[in-house]
């Protein structure tokens, strides 16, 4: 039970966050395609980060001395890294919807298709392979989870259930999120700045009416979406993929804007959705070795289902979701289209 | 003129703004006194939305100034003109739907603590404006949720929440029952007492007339001049405004009403919006040789009782007949057999922007067979028929059959519109605002046409929210209340402020009194037996 | 002659091609810039190196080698012949998009719909006897198999937006993942009993096939699927093989060019193409004169899904190429290509032919990089991005270039009886604008 939680865990934070992300950046008026380009962006130069940084003598003695506090303060340094490679990524989107007007759609395309060639071209260019790993062979748990030899638990020690399940084997960088995740989120419903995002999603004429610069504040939402893409596709690549890039993320931004959409675009809906569709890629990855009960049966494998059909459970359940709420689902009012001064 | 009396609080001065090809404002001066009612009279097009938006800081003029108390401002935005304490109740509302509407008045002038928004401070201020203004809103509501009233009143309190003290009103009354009119010429008056300045932008001359002290006339991009009101009658106004004599009443004989053509049967549409019927057990008749208009105020169920006859909706119940045969399970491509339909919004239903003159004017016919052969289209036969109906109707573009709609204009799409959809030559033509948005020379036109047509034995029903159409067009009148009708009028015997009162739901008349339902009552003691 | 060709500089077409032709020159130029950075940084690859990489990625398609450590150039058919038969399936995926585009669609499902279409394809080539069935009617079976999967996948999308209103973006992207995982899962588990006895290689050894799909008589190869060769089935050459000796190309490429013809001349000439250019350009207008805009939608997306499935069955039908069957973590990037093939011909299908074949020339040019030089063929990838985010704003060059036309003709005003400032202002706004204003109408 303890596993599948944090399973779900793992999955369900950075889509949470991503979804945060599309909820910025629509809620601005600019229909956001690109978080998956974004997370790419923000998983690749994350993990370069950390290559870097293992290079760093610091870094090496915290490593060798298991300073653990050391480590995930480089963990949250390539977070805030990441975010800001994603929050820049994001100006390209920008650029082009705000300042040039130009199809949404494309222009988010056009960024789900540099991401993974430019990373996979730089990948290829250090690694000689498609995949960027760690240097030395090292696992993203050495350097950035809790293990209860970080905590000076000994090994035989029986655990109540909290710390079993939420703080050993876990990543903080999963609470740096949660913790991000409401900060944002009370930023967007109770400021000032909020308030006139949301505006210029909704009616930026009226915005505009009232002296809101609706180009500042829908540059404010792409890029804080960006930032939030950028970090939650490192956390993903440091949680889920062993700390490596490959310029894949395998449709988790979509998936991402799928949660946003079942979540009407509201944070406390997203939150629950994501949790639901977090469960749903867990078993997809890890239905193999899921023991729900804890009776040491891998109870997925016993029953006659092919593990192709939980690899596509979460896209098919996507469907499915999207088609049951899509009559009741109300996207911002004027996202997608193009903010014009001279247009009333 | 006499400079010493004229305490000036805002003055514009020959003011020019061009757009692409077009001179909105050509050497206009307006000079607006402390504590009047200033109205601004035009045709739709005459550049006074344009000049509006120059002193609201959001177009540049490009030539001109603007003096503020005699000294010469600069407004390069909203801001700009809310320091100066200018606001403006835009013609289209400016609200964010889902807000509240506290929201909707805070928007841009929040008080704040370190971000957050400090919402209590702002209620106490509002709410002591609704008491000294009697401007009754309820601040919590969403704004969607809120009649149309209420959403001005909301426009009305944001200007006051930013103590302006020049307010512009950019055609305030459109979407108002005469009732609700009154009410907001009562405001504005108290306005004027309180010594603000009031801009009041309108083409209808009988609020000019009630409430103005003076006028300022524009046409075309050009200033005509100013006069006061005291001075000046309606007719010398009108010559103004149009630079001719007009017609102000439309030229018809009475109807002779022949067989019925539409017969609508308790009809009930459900809505998109909301979880009510949006007309709910409609019957009427419309005959050959009349003119039936079916008035209301806007979102009362015309669009959907439209839709319901057209085929763009479905109906829930009842029963829509054109010419004895019922169609209302028929499908859209079907009725039009039946019936010719001049849409609400030329833009989103009645034009494909995109295509070409020649390919809009064959929108519902392409498939026949003079158009069609073995699936491919007949260029040059459509390409005739264009020419023949751009002709015959005067429509004016820039290549001819292929000039883009897009690049027409708002009358000349309107007039490919009127001229495809008469042409069909259908016995009943449903018109539905078919003047909106269009200038005295290009609604004369409709007009006329719709008579002539009405004239040649065609059923004509008109949807019109402009109380000036339904009163001289119509032959007879109904009106929609809430999806319902409530009363069926002459228009020779009744005014357009009692109309007003059905309109606003006051007044209702006993069923029996309506033909519409004596008939009903006739089918079903005949449908008990 | 200066009158005619400014003449010609003014026509729109000119102006749609040179507006490409600059998104392609800027990608490219961005795909150079992104090789000199690299090669700066990089102590590997040095001042030659670079001018090595920058030369590839224009003249790639002319590469014929290298000569004592420099690179040589001239005609070059193999590359030449390659470069058609990779077009074959762009060409096809392009039109797609295109015809997608044309109904207001966006069809970002090629890669899934091209899937399907090369699973169908494959296992119908691989499952009919050929000893007892002619070639040449398998052949067309698993093509016209191909289509129809393509097709098949391409209406799920098409249908839930016509009738559930869902994004067809999103749509199409979940399908793409599930048609990747559903293609190995069939090619995992399914077998055939019919094809069970000898048959010869296309070499002419003969062969037993163990009832897979998978290619388990050659050790190395259970990744793969067979060739379609092997069951004897592959597309005939039609004399292009002498051309472009030493290449793949296939009459394959004709097909292509003929498809995309019969999509132009449906969508120009026809009322069926009428109907979906209406639905495309204002689906409240159409719904209006009784064009059925679910159907449209429907068709729009079948018809692109049915094209990209072509795509797929031109390529794998060519009888040399192998399939490898684990799909469930990567999607074609041919499907996804479309979108920069239809963008670069705006949409035209007989602008999709030329596009089509530049991408697939990129395509040669990214594995002469990879061959010649320490770069490797993602730089493709990046022009390829770089050119769909420029055609994004496209319009935006476009009207940049004609900007002097524009203001000549709103100049010369068009009849202003009663043109009023404010309708023609709001004429010429988009259709949004239009339902914005109705928006504020209707609260009003």
Redesign the interface.
Known sequence: MSFLIQQTLLYAIPLMIVALAGVFSERSGVIN?ALEGIMIMGAFVGVVAVRSFQGMQFFIDAEVNGNWMTLQLVGLAVMLIAAVAGAVFSL?LSY?AIN????Q???G???N??A???S???I??IAKQTTLNLEGGLNSADIFMLKRSTLGISPTEKLNFFTDTFVVKNYPATYICILVFIVMAVILY????G??V??CG??P????????NVFKMRYAGVTISGALAGMGGFVYAMTTQNCSANG?V??FG?LA??VM?FGNWKPLNIAFASLLFGLLKCVAVSFSTLDINGDGIFFLTTIPV?S??Y??LP??I??IV??LT??KSRAP?AEG?PY????? | MNNQKDDFVIEMLNITKV?PGIKANDNITLQLRRGEIHALLGENGAGK?TLM?VL?G??QPEEGVIKKNGEVVRIN???DA?KLNIG?V?Q????????TVL??II????T?KM???QKQEARKKVEALIDRYGLKVDLDAKVEDITVGMQQRTEIL?MLYRDNEILIFDEPTAVLTPQEIDELMEIMRGFKREGKSILFITHKLNEIMAVADRVSVLRKGKYIGTVDVADTNKQELSNMMVGRPVQLQVVKEPAKPGDVVLDVQNLTIPSRLHHNNAVKNVSFQARKGEILCIAGIDGNGQSELVYGLTGLERPSSGKVLVGGEDITRASIHKRQDYLSHIPEDRHKHGLVLDFTLEQNMVLQRFREKQFEHAGFIRKNAVRSYAEKLIEKYDVRSGQGPTTIARSMSGGNQQKAIIAREIDRDKQLIIAVQPTRGLDVGAIEFIHSELVRERDEGKAILLISLELDEVMSLSDRILVLYEGEIVGEFDPKQITVQELGLYMAGAKRMDPSEMSVFKKEERKETKNGQ | MDNKLSLLYRKDGTQKILSSLIAILLGMVFGSI?IVI?GLT?SDIGGKGIIDGIKLVFLGLFSTGTKNGSLTFGFNPSLFGDMLFRATPLIMTGLSVAVSQKTGL?N?GAPGQYLMGTTASLMIALSIPTSSVPPVVVWLLAFLGGMLAGALWGAIPGL?KAF????E???C??????SA??T??LF??SRFSIFNGPATSAMGNPIVLNGSFKNLIESTKSGYVYMTSYNKVATAKLGLDKIFPGSQVNAGILVAIVLAVLVYIIIHKTTFGYQLKACGANRHAARYAGISDKRNIVFSMAIAGGLAGVGASLYWLSGNTEFAWQT???LPAVG?NG??VA?LAINNPIGVIFSGVFMAMLNIIGTRLKALT???E??T??I???I??L???A??IRMWLGGRKKKASMQKPAAPVSGTPKAEKSAK?SD??VS?EQ?GGAQA
């Open positions: 395609l390209l082009s040039l007007r130009a199809d759609t494309i222009g395309t056009a960024l298709l540099l993974p060639a430019i996979l071209f730089l290829s260019l109770k400021t000032r700045f308030l006139r949301r505006s909704e009616n004429q009226a915005a505009a009416s009232l002296g809101i894949d395998a449709g979509f804007l799928a959409i092919s192709y059909f690899m596509m896209y098919l996507t469907l999207l088609s899509s009559k009012k289209i014009d001064k001279g247009m009333r | 757009f939305s938006s609201f959001m177009y935005n909203p801001n809310t403006m835009h289209h509302f400016k609200l964010v739907e889902v807000f929201e909707n928007l841009g002038a929040e704040t971000g957050f928004l944001k | 992104l690299v990089s966006f970002i839930l559930l209103n869902i994004n973006v999103l749509a992207i979940m399908t793409n993942w599930i995982i559903l190995s899962w995992d588990v469930y973590q990567s996804f979108i920069p963008l320490a770069y490797n993602y730089i990838d990046v390829i991005a770089a769909v985010y055609s994004a704003f319009l935006v706004a949004q604008t914005e928006k």
